[in-house]
């Protein structure tokens, strides 16, 4: 089972949060608030924190953006990821993808139903590596927000979760163009 090694030390990871939506500004960003209060809570660094518009190329560049710069590790974007018209979160993301983490969406579908079932299969949350950066792309409610944070990424950004998290391998995400001499 899933424990602490408490041996280990806790490390901070620098986080950054981005809320996809044509109507939220920071004063009215519930979503985003919510994953910034844990954020903190957890003992991590909010790096960095934006709003943008539906616009696939304003989410495909501050994404982009912030996987180059060294103070953040993970990315978690909120918004966009239903089937409407404006819904373009996904595929503004899938470009910057050198790998898709299936399991992610597996793992937060399944903590989804349990809450609100089978509505669940109308988000297209996705997870990804792109520059050595750990991308998240949740729904756009404090509910799923909440879902994601609590039940995967407070655990697996967390060194001492065992028997393995991401912050171990943190260091290696960018070995294939190490290898390749990019």
């Known amino acids: 089972m899933p424990k602490l090694d408490e041996s280990r030390p806790f490390i901070p ?3 950054a949060v981005l809320t ?3 109507t939220r500004t920071l004063a009215d ?9 844990r954020i903190a809570e957890a003992g991590h ?3 960095d924190r934006a709003i943008v518009t539906d616009d696939t190329s304003a989410i495909h ?3 982009r953006d912030w996987t180059l710069r060294d103070d953040i590790d993970v990315v978690i974007t909120t918004g966009g990821t239903g089937f409407t018209g404006r819904d373009v979160t996904p595929e503004a993301l899938a470009p910057l993808f050198e790998k898709v983490m299936d399991g992610f969406s597996a793992v937060f579908h399944r903590i989804s139903y349990d809450k609100i079932g089978t509505s669940t299969i109308q988000s297209r949350a ?8 750990f991308i998240f792309v949740l729904p756009g409610s404090p509910g799923a927000c909440k ?3 609590d039940g995967i990424l407070k655990h697996q950004l967390d060194y001492r ?3 393995c998290n991401f912050v171990e391998i943190m260091p290696r995400l960018d070995e294939h163009l190490r290898r390749s001499g990019k």
């Open 147 to 149: 879902d994601a944070w």
């Open 13 to 15: 990871v620098g986080i």
């Open 161 to 163: 979760h065992m028997p």
């Open 126 to 133: 996705t997870g990804g590596v792109a520059n050595a950066t």
């Open 29 to 37: 960003d519930r979503s985003g608030d919510t994953l910034a209060a």
């Open 45 to 47: 660094r909010l790096a």
């Open 20 to 22: 996809v939506s044509d």
């Open 61 to 63: 560049d501050q994404v």
